[in-house]
């Protein structure tokens, strides 16, 4: 079965590094995967979109990698701040229109 | 303006008794979807839905129902609740036919069932 990984355990990281979260999966094939962020009692925000075809992906401070030989994205948050604490979902697609399926997400947390 | 927004925000109810969260965009998109996120924080597709097919993720119990009165809302349903419906609901919008194009998310319906 399809199974996404991300690391569900919090991620300390100091105010000013660079965060990387993993996303892995199996049994995919996604022509692409999105990336979202989730903070305490709303709803998940969209970030950035990354093509199979597409090595890598930037949006400020924020960086995306996809690696279909290794069935993994990274997520990258440079410059770190603590505004960025927060959960980070993944959702790689195959396409079609029944929805997403995410990953449990990784909750990062910035520490000043 | 709020693009995607849903009611109540809060429902406190008992056991075997029906209720309905509404949700409405206004992103003029023609897929809208209802998901799930447990006490775990997982985050898990109930219904994809757009005016030409309804998909239902098969582990959806069929007390659940999505009914949608146009293109700008889609409600959900659910029947003689039970404890473990109890956990926060997200409605969604995309444009479908559009690959890759990113959901919107509501801000959520805390469900509690006692």
Redesign the interface.
């Known amino acids: 079965s399809q199974k996404i990984e991300q690391n569900s355990e919090a991620l300390n990281i100091q105010e000013g590094k660079t965060a990387t979260l993993t996303c892995n999966y199996t049994n995919y094939s996604p022509a692409y995967l999105q990336w979202y962020r989730q903070d305490p009692g709303r709803g998940p925000v969209f970030l950035l979109l990354i093509r199979e075809n597409e090595k890598e992906k930037r949006k400020e401070r924020l960086k995306v990698t996809f690696d279909t030989t290794l069935k993994q994205s990274l997520f990258h948050i440079t410059a770190s701040q603590p505004a960025d604490s927060a959960t980070y979902l993944c959702a790689p697609r195959t396409g079609g229109a029944d929805g997403l399926t995410f990953g449990k997400g990784t909750h990062l947390i910035i520490q000043p | 303006d709020t693009a995607?927004s849903q009611t109540p925000k809060y429902l406190v109810t008992q056991m075997g008794n029906d209720k309905s969260i509404k949700c409405e965009q206004n992103l003029g998109h023609d897929?809208m979807?209802w998901?799930k996120q447990d006490s775990?924080?997982?985050?898990?597709?109930m219904?994809?839905y757009?005016n030409k097919?309804l998909?239902i993720n098969e582990t959806v119990p069929n007390r659940f129902s999505p009914k949608s009165p146009d293109k700008a809302h889609l409600n959900l349903h659910i029947n003689s609740l039970e404890l473990g419906d109890s956990a926060v609901y997200?409605c969604?919008s995309s444009q479908?036919?559009r690959?890759?194009s990113?959901?919107?998310?509501?801000?959520?319906t805390r469900l509690t069932v006692t």
């Open positions: 995607v897929t979807y998901y775990k924080k997982f985050l898990k597709i219904f994809s757009n097919e998909i997200f969604a479908g036919d690959e890759g990113p959901l919107h998310f509501g801000n959520g």
